[in-house]
């Protein structure tokens, strides 16, 4: 009668032997199984729209882990964005309507970009001034002297800076000196009290006679 060849693990049940025995599942289906998953965790990422930026770099991250899932997700985390992004954009707006509120008020306005280009290319239909070669030039020349005088004035601010830098120091210096100073007549008068204390108590002592 022929022995049965005993497999390892059977007769102690290890784990590691029923793990094996039991296991079935193939490669494509154990890859399809992390799709969904990481599908599944990208899509819970992204019900609120808020928070669907942040959410991005982990999404992606997680679906990395996937086997052969990589297109699909980048697919998947691009529509995600594009879907929840109307947030984002309209805060954009409205923060890039109070820098214009803000730059109006010292009489800068935004550039009205379709009057300056113009709508027919073989025409020049833009809305800008026309100005002479000469003209030009001298307004130039004009706006270059006007620099000089910007950068003289400039620099002339960073000199009183410096000579405010300066003067403060000065002040400073003039602060230790006076602490040295009160350290000084705060050491001497220590020294000098023992002295007259001393100088005191023997003028208050009664004279006594002494035989030789």
């Known amino acids: 009668m022929p022995v049965k060849k005993r497999e390892n693990g059977s007769l ?3 784990k590691r032997y029923a793990a094996e025995k039991g296991k079935t599942k193939s490669i494509e289906e154990q890859t399809r199984e992390n799709d969904a998953k990481a599908r599944e965790r990208i899509k819970a990422r992204f019900q609120k729209p808020a928070d669907a930026v942040n959410a991005v770099a ?7 882990n996937g086997v052969k899932t990589v ?13 929840g992004s109307s947030t984002v954009t309209d805060n954009a707006k409205q923060s890039l309507n109070k820098a214009s509120e803000i730059t109006s008020e010292y009489g800068i306005k935004e550039i009205e970009i379709s009057d300056l280009l113009g709508s027919d290319p073989y025409k020049a239909d833009a809305n800008i001034p026309e100005m002479k070669a000469a003209d030009a030039n001298r307004e130039k020349l004009k706006i270059q002297r006007q620099d000089n005088a910007l950068e003289v004035r400039l620099e002339k601010i960073k000199q009183g800076r ?3 830098a300066v003067a403060t120091e000065q002040r400073r210096l003039i602060g230790d000196l006076v602490d040295f100073s009160t350290v000084g007549i705060e050491t001497a008068t220590k020294v000098s009290k023992p002295k007259s204390f001393l100088l005191k108590a ?3 002592q009664p004279l006594r006679s002494f035989r030789c």
Request: aromatic share 0%.
């Open 162 to 164: 410096k000579v405010v």
């Open 71 to 83: 297109e699909r997700a980048a697919r998947t985390v691009r529509q995600a964005v594009n879907g």
């Open 202 to 204: 023997i003028a208050n």
């Open 58 to 64: 982990d999404g992606v991250r997680t679906v990395a």
């Open 12 to 14: 102690t049940g290890s």
